[in-house]
């Protein structure tokens, strides 16, 4: 009779400017069998670039080099299964543009070594690890735009300038500028101000092209 495979090893990557947050992590996981962490960086740039071999990616949520973070969740998701977001708070903006730009968890940053072990195991099988306050927070529908703020919103928030967007539409620049300050108005009155409107597209299905 054969003996029983064990199961095999999870390899985990770690994305966090603290230095310290890898052995912080490491020592976490000490008593863990099935979960190593294989590789660090400073950088969603740097990851990449170094191309390491990993099932799974923490994400630092704050990086400070100032990138998106739901914008570095939909750049590693093209190189790595699954990304789990670390953060020290529960901002429902970001967990849900970070949800909804593919990571696979958002996990509060504490010192409970189960719970982080269960949520690296729970997204690389494929499931999203999310606790139940947190999973309110992504069901929160985002405020209604009109056709029209759907299309202003992404065209500028894909990169287009003020008058690219007002050509685009065959609108005037002060036309875009009313509707962004609309969507800035519809967001603040849900008590979530934003301070870059771009970064609102992951909140939206992209809009059919404007006829």
Same mark, same amino acid.
């Given at each position: 009779?054969?003996?029983?495979?064990?199961?095999?090893?999870?390899?985990? /990557?770690?994305?966090?400017?603290?230095?310290?947050?890898?052995?912080?992590?490491?020592?976490?996981?000490?008593?863990?069998?099935?979960?190593?962490?294989?590789?660090?960086?400073?950088?969603?740039?740097?990851?990449?670039? /170094? &191309?390491?071999? !990993?099932?799974?990616?923490?994400?630092?949520?704050?990086?400070?080099? +100032?990138t998106d973070p739901a914008a570095n969740?939909? %750049?590693?998701? #093209? #190189?790595?299964?699954?990304?789990?977001?670390?953060?020290?708070?529960?901002? &429902?903006?970001?967990?849900?543009?970070?949800?909804?730009?593919?990571?696979?968890?958002?996990?509060?940053?504490?010192?409970?070594?189960?719970?982080?072990?269960? !949520?690296?195991?729970?997204?690389?099988? +494929?499931? =999203?690890?999310?606790?139940?306050?947190?999973?309110? =927070?992504?069901?929160?529908?985002p405020p209604e735009l009109s056709p029209?703020?759907?299309?202003?919103?992404?065209?500028? +928030?894909? +990169?287009?300038? =003020? %008058?690219?967007?007002?050509? &685009?539409?065959?609108?005037?620049?002060?036309?875009? &500028?009313?509707?962004?300050?609309?969507?800035? /108005?519809?967001?603040? #009155?849900?008590?979530?101000?934003?301070?870059?409107?771009?970064?609102?597209?992951?909140?939206?299905?992209?809009?059919?092209?404007?006829?």
């Amino acid at each position: 009779m054969s003996e029983a495979s064990e199961p095999s090893m999870i390899r985990a /990557a770690v994305i966090d400017n603290d230095k310290l947050v890898p052995a912080g992590l490491r020592a976490l996981l000490a008593d863990t069998t099935d979960i190593t962490i294989t590789h660090t960086a400073t950088t969603v740039t740097d990851y990449l670039a /170094a &191309r390491p071999a !990993a099932d799974v990616v923490l994400l630092d949520l704050q990086l400070e080099d +100032g990138t998106d973070p739901a914008a570095n969740v939909a %750049a590693l998701r #093209s #190189s790595v299964p699954a990304v789990l977001v670390l953060s020290v708070h529960g901002d &429902r903006r970001h967990v849900r543009t970070t949800i909804r730009a593919g990571a696979s968890g958002y996990l509060i940053k504490d010192d409970d070594a189960d719970k982080l072990a269960d !949520a690296i195991r729970t997204v690389h099988t +494929g499931h =999203l690890a999310l606790t139940t306050e947190l999973m309110t =927070l992504i069901n929160d529908d985002p405020p209604e735009l009109s056709p029209q703020e759907l299309h202003v919103l992404y065209l500028y +928030g894909t +990169g287009s300038t =003020l %008058a690219a967007t007002a050509r &685009r539409l065959n609108i005037a620049i002060p036309t875009v &500028r009313s509707y962004l300050d609309r969507i800035r /108005a519809k967001w603040a #009155s849900m008590d979530e101000p934003v301070d870059d409107i771009r970064t609102l597209i992951h909140e939206y299905p992209h809009p059919n092209p404007p006829t």
